[in-house]
């Protein structure tokens, strides 16, 4: 017989745990709050751990259609433009950068039309009986939804979390703002390698990404001691504390449509005791939100994803399964969690001391430093699973 899984939320990880959950046999319907998938959203850059976890979901090679490889991971300098580290071929993995609207559509063209239901604003998740069920919100009324399984993919305030894990605290506000842009077509980077670079100034960090189509996908992220500070024009902030950094920074600024420009406050999450509850398990920043510092947070819900459907992949118990998911994704995700909000103490550090240390640091031994934290963070291989 044919399981059924309801997943809220249509972001990375539930598009990606739908895609998995359907080849290894089960039946899926993705709630999703937003009236449409839309366009929404900037860059990111994807590191070896993802690019694996979409082979194994069988996207490897559209993930890779859609992505440009980008070298600001080891491509490090300070605002005159003096680099502290240079990407070099053959010692530094480039990363995969691409656009978080491409990504989604990759992921929602392998599931069929009717899976995802736009609109769909859960508000309340009952396991009382043999099935779990979710209550929700539509434009025509309200609504509900059962099945053996029910997957929490809906971001870092996750209702299905609030519901099943009353007495988990809430996101914990990191000190950090972040704005995001991205330019219009057609931007030329000025020599051959891979694009992409990260600059430090002293408490706040400016990185850019190629994008396919010429586009480039930049962030600026500051120390900001209370959230919801915000800007009339996002972009002549930006501007005014950047905007005379090295080129190519200017030009990219001058590149972006101010429309284009998002400003967010970074949170995160404190670890959770575990992240299934009899037919509930949470995935991506439902359960691990974490700040971006290491760019990981859409890495672990594609990993999650992957782990999630392989061990319910033939499982004839269900509770098990997913015990074996919390075993397999909780201390590694938390493990990353923990080095994400640690990250930022350093490097977004507004102490002259703690910068001068830190560059000084990073432009004698950056390399060295930068491979051994990389290669704690990529190491993972996938689960195998009958459709591996
Ligand atoms: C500034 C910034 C830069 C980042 N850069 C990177 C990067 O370079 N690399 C990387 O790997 N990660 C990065 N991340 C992290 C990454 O964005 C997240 O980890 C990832 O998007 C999480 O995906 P998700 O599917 O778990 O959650 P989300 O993307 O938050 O998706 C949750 C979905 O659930 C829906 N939803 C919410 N509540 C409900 C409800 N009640 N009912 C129905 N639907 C609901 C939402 O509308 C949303 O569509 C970055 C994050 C930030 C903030």
């Known amino acids: 017989m044919t399981r059924k899984a309801i997943i809220v939320g249509a972001g990375i990880g539930g598009l990606a745990v739908a895609v998995g959950l359907r080849?290894?046999?089960?039946?899926v319907t993705v709630l999703?709050?937003?009236?449409?998938?839309?366009?929404?959203?900037?860059?990111?850059?994807?590191?070896?751990?993802?690019?694996?976890?979409?082979?194994?979901?069988?996207?490897?090679?559209?993930?890779?259609e859609v992505s440009v490889p980008t070298a600001a991971g080891s491509t490090l300098r300070i605002p005159n433009g003096d680099y502290l580290m240079r990407f070099q071929p053959g010692r530094d993995t480039p990363l995969l950068a691409n656009h978080?609207?491409?990504?989604?559509?990759?992921?929602?063209?392998?599931?069929?039309?009717?899976?995802?239901?736009?609109?769909?604003?859960?508000?309340?998740?009952d396991q009382s009986g043999q099935t779990a069920s979710v209550t929700y919100e539509t434009s025509a009324g309200t609504r509900t939804a059962e099945g053996d399984l029910l997957v929490g993919a809906d971001g870092i305030r996750s209702a299905v979390r609030r519901a099943v894990w009353p007495d988990a605290p809430g996101p914990v506000f990191q000190r950090i703002l972040c704005w995001r842009g991205v330019t219009e077509p057609g931007f030329a980077w000025p020599d051959g390698g891979p694009g992409g670079f990260q600059t430090w100034g002293r408490g706040a960090r400016f990185g850019a990404h190629p994008l396919t189509g010429g586009r480039v996908?930049?962030?600026?992220?500051?120390?900001?001691?209370?959230?919801?500070?915000?800007?009339?024009?996002?972009?002549?902030?930006?501007?005014?504390?950047?905007?005379?950094?090295?080129?190519?920074?200017?030009?990219?600024?001058?590149?972006?449509?101010?429309?284009?420009?998002?400003?967010?406050?970074?949170?995160?999450?404190?670890?959770?005791?575990?992240?299934?509850?009899?037919?509930?398990?949470?995935?991506?920043?439902?359960?691990?939100?974490?700040?971006?510092?290491?760019?990981?947070?859409?890495?672990?819900?594609?990993?999650?994803?992957?782990?999630?459907?392989?061990?319910l992949d033939r499982a004839s118990d269900l509770p098990a399964a997913l015990v074996r998911y919390d075993g397999d994704r909780r201390a590694r995700?938390?493990?990353?969690?923990?080095?994400?909000r640690q990250d930022p103490k350093v490097s977004l550090s507004t102490s002259p001391l703690t910068y001068g240390l830190m560059t000084r640091l990073t432009r004698l031994v950056g390399g060295g430093i930068a491979n051994r934290k990389a290669a704690r963070l990529w190491e993972w291989s996938p689960p195998i699973t009958s459709a591996s």
């Open 23 to 27: 080849r290894a046999g089960w039946s």
């Open 32 to 64: 999703e709050q937003a009236p449409e998938l839309q366009e929404l959203g900037a860059g990111w850059s994807f590191a070896p751990n993802a690019v694996r976890a979409a082979d194994a979901l069988g996207v490897g090679e559209r993930f890779r």
């Open 100 to 125: 978080r609207a491409d990504l989604q559509r990759v992921l929602a063209d392998q599931l069929p039309a009717d899976v995802v239901r736009t609109g769909a604003r859960v508000t309340a998740v």
């Open 217 to 311: 996908f930049w962030f600026l992220t500051v120390r900001q001691e209370q959230p919801g500070v915000r800007y009339g024009d996002n972009l002549a902030e930006v501007r005014r504390r950047v905007g005379a950094w090295h080129d190519p920074i200017p030009a990219l600024l001058t590149a972006t449509p101010p429309t284009a420009v998002l400003c967010h406050d970074i949170f995160d999450l404190d670890p959770l005791q575990t992240f299934v509850n009899g037919r509930v398990a949470l995935l991506g920043d439902a359960a691990h939100a974490m700040t971006p510092f290491l760019a990981q947070g859409a890495c672990q819900a594609l990993e999650d994803a992957t782990s999630l459907s392989a061990e």
């Open 333 to 340: 995700t938390q493990m990353v969690a923990r080095m994400a």
